[in-house]
């Protein structure tokens, strides 16, 4: 089962080192990692997916990464409502008299072109992760030179906000 972690960390060097480190010498493995600038200055998100089906193991990992100096917050939000999206570009094989054809297979997906050559074109699609791998099964019978993903970024659904999230300063 895919499980998406969420931390609010200070923004520091080293800390997705220390933080990936972790779930290394755990043996976890991580299917994606994405890591932003939140809205308090000196504050990341990162959003891990792990696939795990084991609550204990969750469990752990979440009281592990709490134990890290520079996590501030840890969630498992898997079980929440939330807004999760992804990012591709999907480098397809194209020529003048298929590109309508692509663009017609595209535009239910809200994806666009956002690069045209002779030899091909650049698709960029937004959304869950579901609706990216299925545009990427559906281009591929045109044939796919390139994909650069994002992996998963997600937050909670609601307006509350998370005001004890202050970055602190060890002096």
Do not use: C, W
Not at 18 to 27: C, D, V
Not at 78 to 106: F, G, H, M, W
Request: proline content about 2%; overall charge positive; glycine content about 4%.
């Amino acid at each position: 089962m895919k499980r998406i972690i969420t931390l609010t960390v200070n923004n520091r060097a080293g800390v997705l080192n220390r933080i990936t480190g972790l779930f290394t010498k755990r043996h976890y493995n991580i299917e994606s990692i994405t890591v932003g600038h939140t809205e308090i200055e000196g504050v990341s998100r990162m959003t891990f997916v792990i696939h795990t089906d084991d609550e204990a193991v969750v469990e752990q990992i979440t009281k592990q990464l709490n134990k890290q100096i520079d996590v501030l917050k840890v969630m498992d939000i898997t079980d929440q409502a939330i807004v999760a999206r992804e990012l591709a570009l999907i480098k397809v094989v194209s020529t003048p008299s298929n590109r309508n054809e692509i663009y017609t297979l595209i535009e239910p997906f809200r994806a666009t072109i956002i690069d045209v050559s002779k030899d091909s074109v650049v698709v960029q699609v937004t959304g869950e992760s579901e609706k990216v791998e299925a545009l990427i099964d559906l281009l591929r019978s045109y044939g796919i030179k390139e994909i650069a993903r994002t992996g998963t970024t997600a937050f909670t659904r609601g307006t509350q906000k998370h005001a004890s999230l202050k970055p602190y300063s060890i002096v």
